[in-house]
């Protein structure tokens, strides 16, 4: 099995890739989607982040309100450290049932948006980085994300900069062209991942 890190800024066009390696062959490992599935109604999750946070932080349906917990966690780093201490342990052991569950030639990819901020680049066997301009950044999450610029830019802000994902990166994908351009980039990719994979 070969382990590829997948990480980039928000807007930077991430999830874009991925579906392309999707497309390709590997399987996707999504932390985002991952994190969201362990406090989903009903898991030991989402009554850990209940009895942390209150029964205000659930939607009238009893699902978690993501956004009431988000205006409660971002303006607060022992808040954050506590939701972060219930759904990170929750979310590597997920992973970890998926990865054994991975064919031994695989190629797996983690789709993870704070690979470097947690400073997780050594786990994995090769690192890739997406990567886009702040300006490119700014305009996808204001015109296709309905964010405001201000906001925009302190969630680029509060993520590692653009320097310090490709320090740690073993390839960088360039997504600051076309849709084309990105895909023949991804081919180039997947040609190095499945000469690298075990046969």
Do not use: C
């Not at 954050?80 to 190629?107: F, K, Q, W």
């Not at 610029?149 to 302190?154: F, H, L, P």
Request: hydrophobic letters at 45%; proline letters at 4%; aromatic letters at 2%.
């Amino acid at each position: 099995m070969l382990k590829v890190g997948l990480t980039g800024g928000i807007g930077s066009g991430k999830s874009e890739v991925s579906a392309l390696l999707d497309e390709r062959g590997a399987l996707i490992i999504d932390a985002d989607l991952i994190a969201r599935e362990v406090v989903e109604p009903g898991t030991p999750g989402l009554a850990a982040v209940v009895a942390e946070f209150g029964e205000e932080v659930l939607l009238p349906d009893g699902g978690l309100d993501r956004e009431r917990v988000g205006s409660i966690v971002f303006a607060d780093a022992d808040r954050l450290a506590a939701l972060n201490a219930i759904v990170h342990p929750l979310v590597g052991e997920r992973m970890g049932e998926l990865m054994d569950a991975a064919p031994s030639g695989a190629i797996v990819v983690y789709d993870v948006p704070l690979l470097t901020e947690n400073g997780l680049a050594a786990m994995y066997d090769v690192v890739v980085v997406v990567d886009a301009p702040v300006e490119t950044q700014l305009d996808r999450l204001t015109s296709r994300r309905g964010m405001t610029e201000e906001a925009a830019r302190a969630r680029i802000a509060a993520q590692a900069s653009r320097e310090d994902r490709r320090a740690i990166a073993d390839h960088v994908i360039d997504n600051s062209g076309s849709l084309d351009d990105l895909k023949t980039q991804v081919d180039a990719l997947w040609e190095d991942l499945t000469r690298r994979a075990p046969a």
